[in-house]
């Protein structure tokens, strides 16, 4: 089992940045593909930016170009960050950071507990 524990998120004016952090303890193999999702109100969870031990990334669509995935697999701690610039009122939601030891989906997914982003206009 994977241990997530994240920090960074905050309020922010619309145009600003904020950067999420994540580490993850536990079972290295299990935090084989890290990355976050974001659920705000009254929609589904949705993923926002995917990273494997490799470096190999994916990003949602709504955030390319303005979201940027990076990990650092030094000391024996997976950390994850989120640097998310360019925030729009669309954005606002809860982050989560997920990690799995296979392809990272609703289902494979670990989680951490969430940390709020408002972004506002």
């Known amino acids: 089992q994977v241990q997530l524990v994240e920090s960074g998120g905050g309020l922010v004016q619309a145009g600003g940045s904020l950067r999420l952090s994540c580490v993850a303890s536990?079972?290295?193999?299990?935090?084989?593909?890290m990355g976050w999702y974001r659920q705000a109100p009254g929609k589904q969870r949705e993923l926002v930016a995917s990273?494997?031990?490799?470096?190999?990334?994916?990003?949602a669509d709504s955030v390319k170009g303005r979201f940027t995935i990076s990990r650092d697999n030094a000391n024996a701690k997976d950390t994850i960050y989120l640097q998310m610039n360019m925030l729009k009122p669309d954005d606002t939601a809860v982050y989560y950071c997920?990690?799995?030891?296979?392809?990272?989906?609703?289902?494979?997914?670990?989680w951490g507990q969430g940390t709020q982003v408002t972004v506002a206009s």
């Open positions: 997920a990690a799995s030891a296979i392809a990272l989906t609703m289902r494979t997914a670990s």
């Open positions: 990273i494997t031990r490799g470096g190999i990334t994916n990003y």
């Open positions: 536990g079972s290295i193999f299990s935090s084989n593909v």
